[in-house]
């Protein structure tokens, strides 16, 4: 799709029921994101979410679709190491069914994406606003507007590409920042807070539905208000993702 240019539309999903809807309203990578922590499990942050968790909506996921793509967030401190790292992405994949892993990180990771990727595990990395490590970030803020941060995000990705990475989340990088990333590395950008020129975008599924708890993120939009049902919501965020009309300005930093 990278190639073609297709616009690669992108949601997180927890459970079979949505995958089912998100599978017939177009949608092509199904994340299992660790924000269950936060939309499912009521934390206030993804740090409590343990692995016996991801596996549990992960395999919820695989039961509900069966042509979109399965990426799934491997938790908090479960890849400090790449021995730790791949036992868990063989957990993940093996009873969870999925067919992707996401870990969070820079450079630091680059010896477990490497570990994973060497033995046939496909793996999305995932940088800028890392919540993982909100308390490190000191909050959940926009990432790279300073040089010095930006550089090192440019870098990180190349890196983590040539580790073997083949796919990155972007999240919360300024526009301008995720368009220079995107044209850098030849796997497919995801971006989500990170502008329109990535090659593809992910919501959070409660926030698409405008059942934010909370206050809505910036770059995020209700697809359901005014529209029939949520299916109908899903399918309007699956064309303006592939028509390029979401994020708008007011979506990006
Ligand atoms: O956990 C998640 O839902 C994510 C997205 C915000 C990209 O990582």
Redesign the pocket.
Known sequence: MMQEGEKIA?L?CYDATFAGVAEAAGIDVL?V????GMVMQGHDS?LPVLLGDMIYHSACVARGSSRCLRVV?MPFMSYTTPAQGIGNAARLMGEGGAQMV?L?GGRVIREVVHHLADHGIPVCA?LGLL?QSVHGLGGYRVQGRDQRSADRIFEDARILEEAGAGML?L?CVPAELAGRITDSVSIPV?G?GAGPDCDGQ?L?LHDLLGVTRGRRPKFSQDFLAGRGGIQAGMEAYQRAVKSGTFPGPEHSF
Do not use: A, F, R
């Open positions: 992108c997180t994340l994101g660790d924000s269950l993804t967030d996401k969070e995932h919540p989340v999240e995801i989500i992910v959070v």
